[in-house]
């Protein structure tokens, strides 16, 4: 059993919430193998924690950027065995958090039952270096047995919280929730969005108003520009996640490697500078 928890660590420090955090997010093994795992060692000194997709059929909160990023990965040759193989990899020099976004079908495979089938995924992501996972279409209302899983090893299950989610459901979610909460930040898929919507706004505020324990906001899904991610800090946000922007720029450049690292590193340079 691996008791440590990397991103219960970062969180842990009194001060951690005088902080302002930055998650990108890439899915893994896009554009290919070897590529992904240097572009994570060029862009690990300017984020805090990282998030992965693993690739899968039919994702359904993702858009068309992140949908063509899935695409690329299985071409790749791309599996969740070999995805967890590269995060391993990724580990040999990564050091801070590691967040999988997945959906409930690919953890509830492999066994007799769907318990057995959690325990040996989870037990398998942990082994990886896996830190946290967001389950993207488990609700907080079937999350017994994910929730019972990830605490025997030691992951923290990310809920999503929407603008539409009630008061009721969100107190079930901040009872339950460890590590941080994911904030989707409007209504639809993900996307690069050009402005920030008064909605953001007040979801923060409620999501705030009605936290017990010290947990950060992570906001994801819309932001795409440095302007969009030092105002959402100034408007609560402790953590800001950015996906669909990332992978723009790995499609602008698929033809030129060097080139789709330099504008990574400078597009995440950016944001850590307007955020910190």
């Not at 994910?146 to 923290?156: D, E, F, M, R, T």
């Amino acid at each position: 059993m691996n008791h440590t928890n990397r991103i219960l660590d970062l969180f842990n420090d009194k001060n951690a919430l005088e902080e302002k955090y930055f998650m990108p997010f890439l899915v893994c093994g896009d554009p290919s193998i070897e590529q992904f795992i240097s572009m994570i060692e060029k862009i690990d000194p300017y984020i805090d924690i990282l998030e992965l997709g693993i690739p899968f059929s039919d994702p359904i909160a993702d858009g068309p950027t992140v949908q063509e990023a899935n695409m690329r990965a299985f071409e790749a040759g791309i599996n969740t065995k070999v995805a967890l193989d590269t995060i391993k990899k990724i580990r040999t020099f990564f050091q801070k958090p590691i967040v999988i976004l997945t959906y409930y079908n690919i953890l509830i495979q492999g066994s007799e039952t769907i318990e057995s089938s959690l325990d040996n995924t989870l037990r398998r992501f942990k082994e990886s270096g896996i830190d946290g996972i967001v389950i993207a279409d488990l609700p907080i209302e079937e999350a017994g047995l994910a929730l019972k899983y990830c605490k025997k090893h030691n992951i923290s299950l990310i809920f999503l919280i929407a603008p539409t989610t009630t008061d009721d459901r969100l107190e079930k979610i901040l009872k339950e929730a460890r590590g941080f909460v994911y904030l989707i930040s409007i209504l639809g898929v993900t996307g690069a969005r050009e402005k920030i919507a008064q909605i953001t706004k007040e979801t923060i505020k409620r999501v705030k108003s009605k936290i017990k324990t010290k947990i950060p906001i992570f906001l994801g899904f819309g932001i795409s520009t440095p302007e969009h991610a030092s105002t959402l800090v100034e408007l609560g946000a402790d953590g800001i996640i950015i996906g669909s922007a990332m992978i723009d720029v790995i499609k602008r450049n698929l033809s030129d490697f060097t080139k789709m690292e330099k504008e990574l590193v400078e597009f995440v340079s950016s944001i850590n500078n307007a955020i910190k």
